[in-house]
């Protein structure tokens, strides 16, 4: 596992992102995480919600536009209600990085952006307070194609060489499983960095402790025990991405939050 993954302060104003979310949890400020609608950007979205959760970090929440209405990335509608939620520092996931005049917009209403993206970036860049993106042109990183949720596992891993007191050693291992969910669903190359995200993150899938995840599988008659990227390909990430297509997001976002198993069973039954 260490052995094929790179160091994440090789990702361009990594330190700057990881320094100023740690600031953020150090004072208390809100956090808005906005993650695209697809199955790259929520689970992306739910893996920074559950890391916060993990390390004890409430004072944050998550926000997915609905694709019909809002379209994608950033909007002005969208980042005005953050602000009037008191927001203070907001993440992107999977988007944000053509989003020049959203960013600029969330600037003047005293809001910070981190961008997290890996999507093809301009020569220009916006002016968030800092944007980590394996494909900028400035970019150093050994592995030019992770995907969103790829991106946001390199923040988690850069907090905590930062600051490992703040979780367990090994504890963040168990969100690999959303890692390898984006991975196989956001069809990226399984070969290098993501080769190793996809294989640990199917072997979290397999031990599934996510009563969402486990009705959805059980529906569709897949031994959790031997899950395939076939079965996430082709049987999970549709449902996921469904959820969008039919203007619910949040209900892809609750299938994977979701605790109590009657309402995972709902959500699952919705999905399909």
């Known amino acids: 596992f260490e052995k094929h993954l790179h160091n994440p302060f090789l990702l361009p104003d990594m330190k700057k992102a ?6 953020a949890i150090e004072k208390n400020e809100k956090i808005t995480i906005w993650s695209d609608y697809d199955a790259d950007g929520i689970p992306g979205g739910v893996l920074l919600r559950d890391f916060f959760k ?28 953050i602000v009037a939620q008191k927001t203070k520092l907001l993440i992107t996931v999977d988007c944000g990085i053509r989003d020049y005049k959203q960013i600029e917009t969330a600037n003047k209403l005293g809001m910070e952006v981190i961008i997290t993206d890996h999507h093809e970036s301009s ?7 800092a944007i980590v993106n394996p494909k900028r042109i400035d970019s150093k990183y050994p592995e030019k194609i992770l995907c969103g949720a790829g991106v946001v596992w390199k923040i988690i891993e850069g907090i905590l060489k930062t600051k490992r007191d703040l979780l367990e050693e090994g504890q963040e291992k168990w969100l690999l499983d959303l890692v390898g969910l984006a991975t196989l ?40 025990n031997n899950l395939t990227e076939d079965d996430v390909t082709f049987m ?6 469904a959820a ?9 976002f609750k299938l994977l ?8 069973e709902v959500f699952a039954k919705d999905l399909d």
Do not use: C, W
């Open 244 to 252: 969008s297509r039919m203007g619910l997001p949040q209900d892809a």
């Open 54 to 81: 993990l390390i004890g970090f409430n004072n944050f929440t998550n926000y997915i536009p609905n694709r019909h209405m809002e379209g994608y990335g950033l909007n002005l509608e969208g980042i005005k209600e």
């Open 236 to 241: 999970i990430a549709p449902r996921i991405n």
């Open 257 to 264: 939050t979701v605790e109590d198993e009657a309402e995972a």
């Open 18 to 23: 990881v320094d100023r979310i740690l600031k």
């Open 123 to 129: 020569d220009k860049l916006p002016k968030a307070f």
């Open 185 to 224: 669903s956001d069809m990226v190359p399984l070969v290098g960095e993501n080769r190793v995200l996809a294989h640990f993150g199917l072997f979290v899938l397999r031990k599934n402790r996510r009563p969402g995840l486990s009705k959805l599988l059980s529906m569709l008659r897949i031994n959790k």
